[in-house]
C-alpha cells in the first residue's frame, strides 16, 4: 500500500513538471548564447481580428524564469491535487484492477461525457499559461492539449486504477482524449470555433455534490453536458444556444434526459463591458448559465 502511494506522488509530481522537460529540449536546440537570456522562437502565426483572419510573423520568446514558477505551481497544485483526490473518491491503495464503466457504472455515459468536456475545456485553460511563458498561440495549444493529455492519463492510471472504489476506465480515458482533439482540432478549423462544451447544474454544485464534484449517481444527475453553437454575428455572439444531456436515477432505470437551452457564460457576458476582466475570468467559460427546456 505504501510503495502505491508513494509511486503515485512520484507519478503525478512527474506529470506536472513533464513540460518543462518539453521546454528544456526547445531551449537546448538553440545556441548557447542564447540560452542564459531567451529562447527565440519566430513563426507565422494565424491571429483572428474581428472574426477575421489575417496572417503575422510575430516574434516569441520563452522566459526561463517563468518556467520555474510554472514548475513551482504545477508541484504544488499537483500535490494538493493528489490528497484532494483521495479523499473525494477514494485511496490509491489496492491492486490494479479494470472496471466497467461504459455500461457498468450506471451512469448512462454521463460519466464518460464529463471527461470529455473537462478534458476539452483544460486544453484551452491551460493555453494562456504557456502563452505566458513564451510559447507562441499554436504552439501553446498543442502543450496545453498534451499536458492535459498526460494530466488526465495519470488519473486514470494509476490514481484511479488502484482505487478498489474505482478502477482503470478505459472507455473514461478515451473520451480524455477525444475532448483534448476536439479542442486542439476546433483551434485549427475556424468553421468549427463558434461550437463549444460546457456544463451546467441543476443545482449548485456545492451544494449538490459533497466534495464539489460528482462522485455518485445522484451527484452526476445533477450536471447538464451541453454541445453549445454561438452566432458569427458580433452583436450577440455572447449568447450561446445549446443540445444538452443529463439522466435521471430516481426511476427504477437510469433515465436518460435530453434538454434544448439558450444561456452565456460569465466571461462572455462580461467581455461586453471589459474584454481585460473577461480574459483574466476566461476558465469560466466552460460553465453554461441558460435557461432550458426538456424535451420529452
Not at 30 to 37: G, N, R, Y
Not at 113 to 137: D, E, K, R
Amino acid at each position: 500500500m505504501i510503495e502505491m502511494r508513494a509511486l503515485t506522488k512520484i507519478l503525478l509530481t512527474g506529470l506536472l513538471v513533464a513540460p518543462l522537460s518539453l521546454l528544456a529540449q526547445v531551449a537546448d536546440e538553440t545556441p548557447a548564447v542564447s540560452k542564459d537570456k531567451l529562447v527565440r522562437q519566430i513563426e507565422l502565426d494565424t491571429l483572428r481580428l474581428n472574426h477575421r483572419f489575417q496572417s503575422a510573423s510575430v516574434q516569441h520568446r520563452v522566459h526561463s524564469q517563468r518556467m520555474l514558477w510554472f514548475a513551482v505551481g504545477n508541484v504544488a497544485l499537483g500535490t494538493a491535487g493528489y490528497f484532494w483526490s483521495q479523499e473525494a473518491w477514494g485511496t490509491s491503495s489496492g491492486s490494479f484492477h479494470l472496471k466497467k464503466d461504459w455500461t457498468g457504472d450506471g451512469l448512462a455515459q454521463n460519466d464518460e461525457l464529463s471527461h470529455l468536456i473537462i478534458a476539452y475545456n483544460f486544453s484551452y485553460i491551460l493555453q494562456p499559461v504557456y502563452q505566458w511563458l513564451g510559447f507562441s498561440p499554436s504552439k501553446s495549444m498543442t502543450f496545453s492539449t498534451m499536458h492535459t493529455a498526460v494530466a488526465t492519463t495519470l488519473i486514470e492510471y494509476p490514481i484511479d486504477a488502484h482505487n478498489p472504489l474505482q478502477g482503470f476506465g478505459t472507455s473514461d480515458l478515451i473520451a480524455n482524449y477525444v475532448g483534448c482533439g476536439l479542442a486542439l482540432g476546433q483551434y485549427h478549423l475556424p468553421a468549427l470555433r463558434n461550437f463549444g462544451l460546457k456544463i451546467s447544474f441543476k443545482q449548485a454544485p456545492w451544494v449538490a455534490n459533497s466534495h464539489g464534484v460528482a462522485g455518485t449517481a445522484k451527484e452526476f444527475d445533477n450536471e447538464i453536458m451541453w454541445l453549445t453553437f454561438r452566432p458569427v454575428h458580433k452583436r450577440i455572439d455572447f449568447i450561446h444556444f445549446g443540445l444538452g444531456y443529463s439522466t435521471n436515477h430516481f426511476q427504477p432505470s437510469v433515465e436518460r434526459e435530453y434538454y434544448l437551452g439558450v444561456g452565456t457564460s460569465i466571461p462572455d457576458a462580461v467581455n461586453i463591458v471589459s474584454p481585460k476582466v473577461a480574459r483574466w475570468i476566461s476558465p469560466l467559460r466552460m460553465v453554461y448559465l441558460e435557461l432550458h427546456r426538456r424535451l420529452k
